[in-house]
């Protein structure tokens, strides 16, 4: 099946930077999800995102809609401990099934 | 908030059993969906369902099979199990489309094991 490409793979920061990620797709989506998975837990959704252009945060999160509709960006700013785990993006295409593509993850590793 | 449950966290099972993993969500979700997760795969779907006694194949149905009876209500079922599907296996739960954009609310997940 199809995946989002989802980069970087990994990332090991001291407490306090500042963290950016980033989606791509080859094909447009109108939904583009961001999602956190703390170690042998399920994912939590953290933000959605409906429209091309839309930049939307949630506390030090924030994630922006792609303007091509193909992309899409997670900021975290001054890091702190329990941001460790892995990052996924999902994107939906508006299809009635409500199936989402996956990236392969970020795995966010911080050093207090 | 949505709650999405599955039955055991941990579970350890032989090569040809058969192994069933339940899932419950109580937001009254039509949509339900398997995906296992292995490192360096990222979530791979394996069955959905948009209603009760449907089901749709995902991308690696092979050595599954789901039942849903009920709508709250949407098990996994390895046949007979073997040793490369031990994995984490998810269990998430979605609205309809006209409530939200593919919004999938996850379960914590089972570990399986199989030996």
């Known amino acids: 099946g199809q995946q989002l490409n989802q980069s970087p793979q990994s990332m090991f920061i001291q407490e306090g930077e500042d963290v950016s990620m980033n989606c791509t797709s080859s094909s447009i989506f109108n939904t583009w999800l961001w999602y956190k998975q703390d170690p042998g837990e399920g994912p939590v959704l953290l933000i959605a995102?409906?429209?091309?252009?839309e930049l939307t945060s949630n506390g030090r999160l924030t994630a922006q809609f792609g303007i091509t509709r193909k992309d899409s960006f997670l900021n975290i700013s001054a890091s702190i401990p329990s941001d460790v785990g892995i990052y996924f993006c999902a994107g939906h295409d508006g299809g009635g099934a409500q199936k989402l593509v996956f990236g392969q993850g970020t795995r966010l590793t911080i050093n207090p | 908030d949505v709650k999405v449950t599955q039955s055991s966290r941990y579970l350890v099972k032989r090569t040809g059993e058969k192994v069933f993993l339940e899932c419950v969500q109580d937001m009254d979700h039509e949509n339900m969906f398997w995906y296992r997760q292995d490192p360096g795969l990222g979530l791979r779907l394996i069955y959905f369902?948009?209603?009760?006694?449907?089901?749709e194949k995902g991308d690696i149905p092979e050595g599954y099979s789901v039942s849903r009876e009920k709508k709250e209500r949407f098990s996994l079922i390895l046949e007979s199990a073997s040793t490369n599907q031990t994995s984490m296996y998810l269990c998430a739960s979605s609205p309809p489309r006209t409530s939200g954009g593919g919004q999938q609310y996850f379960g914590p997940g089972t570990r399986l094991t199989v030996l």
């Open positions: 995102l409906y429209k091309a252009g």
């Open positions: 369902s948009y209603d009760v006694k449907m089901k």
